[in-house]
């Protein structure tokens, strides 16, 4: 517990951020940047109005707690074009399944760096399974984190 | 010989990216889903390089890794570990169970292919010549039993064939012979003693000069509990005794690779005709009915739409044959093709015994089944011929005067 309040939300937050540049770079190519808030902050409440593509994924160990990546529908089809190399029009005639299985893996990569960064850090803790979840209103209520959710665009 | 790449992740992604990566490669690549997939496959291919991913569902990589090295064969095969979990102690870890190489996700795939090509030989497709060898081409089959009488049964019974098929009695006989031939099968009998036939296996797939050689094993069909043991530690096909020799014929055409199309398939300007043969055992029914597929697929890319079954060589039309035809015709079907059936009276007799192919409709040669099909009109959707099949009298005459009749 001692490590974890040596850690202050600046060096998470650079954390992250180098997590989801280096995933974003290295597997689609792109530049990431993080968008601060969606969170509702008089009751810590994400909820978006478009279909989103969401992975979650946690770490657990000196430091404890989840990863929300937030994907637009478009940005998620573009992240499985990018990734597999195929086209616009091919990924959205495979269905649902494979952009969820893209955003899995992204989700998986990122907290993977997350992690390491954390392991340097001095924090060992190890990766939890991806979960994807999809939907028009997707609300998150964290219980007691205070953690931003991120969206990479 | 095409280095074997066996990729175990169970991210479909990751797969996908890797193959992607890869086919610009001259490799041959297997996907396994997690360590228990991985290990089936790295038995049964033994392959050149492991690309194994660590967190994994049912087994995971360290554990498949740990099997890897204590596995008499598989321990000296190179991994090269790809993981989401970086960190000095976990490549530390690793490290210690013996990997050859490690990457971090995310990846970049000119890296990971300039780690694998420090590992295995890959060469770009552009820079090999592939060409497929033909059940036409000659091939040396080395045949490892104590029995005369089987190796004479075999010898005998592949005599039409190109292939020289030869033989010694023990596995020392056997590795001097693969040092100084180019042994493009081998035959090793499990009942050798002493498990010889499991020791010369080990032997020959530890050595540069065969390791990549198919090797099947001939066994007596009843004993289980040995072919399983083969199954395990990695035969390439089983012919059980007492053999079959059509049995063994396209076992061994299918470990060596060869192209057998060319024995059942010819393509003609207008047409594909498919020569079905006299005897035709279930493995053969699979065989020629994957070959189908493509041969039909092909020729439709090439404008022609219509096939030919050729059942003049069939002395008696048997289940294996009516299978055949049936799939074949189901093939036709999907694929809008017109299709007639040739065949001499004793087949058209032979047809009208069986339920399903009373109705089958014969013409006596190839000429004349052509002849029926109606030019430019859509594909036949009926089993039977377009027009004026074999008359009725016809079952009276000589199967001789048909074939005179061919054109």
Redesign the interface.
Known sequence: MASIQAIDNGVLDLSIDRAVQ??FR??IGKPARIVPTLMDPSNYTVKLEQIHVVGTAGVVGDLTGLIYLYFSQPLAEYCASR???LSLLKIASTGEK?VN??V??LT??T???F??QL??LGL?C??T?PTVQRGVYVQTRPSRAHRPPLLPV | MRPKILLVDD????R??LV?TLKIYDCEIFEAANGVEGLAFATKECPDLIVLDV?M?IMDGIEMLCKLKAHAVLKSVPVLML????????IIKIAKIGVRDYM?????EDVLVQKIGRIIDLKSISEVQIKPKSIFDPAVILIVDDKPLIVSQIQNGLKHTPWQVQSVANAEAALDFCKQEEVDLVMISLSLSDEGAFTLFRQLRSSHKTKYTPIMALVVKTDAAIQQQAQQVGFTFFVTKPIDLVDLEVKAAKAMRLDTSQRYFRTEPDLIVLQLPDNCPTTLITEISDQLKIQVTNAVNAGINQAVFDLLLVRNLDVGHIKLVINSMQICRDLGFEFALVGTGKVVKDSQGYEDTSTWQYFPSVAEARGSFKKNMPPAATEEPAAEPMPAEALAEPVGAWRTSAG
């Open positions: 280096a995933v290295t597997m990734m597999l190399g494979v299985e893209v899995g893996e998986n990569m907290l993977g760096t992690k390491n392991v340097e060992p190890r990766l399974l | 991210s479909a992604i990751v996908s990216i992607n967190t569902p993981t989401a979990e970086g960190g000095r102690e976990n971090v996700k995310p990846f970049k």
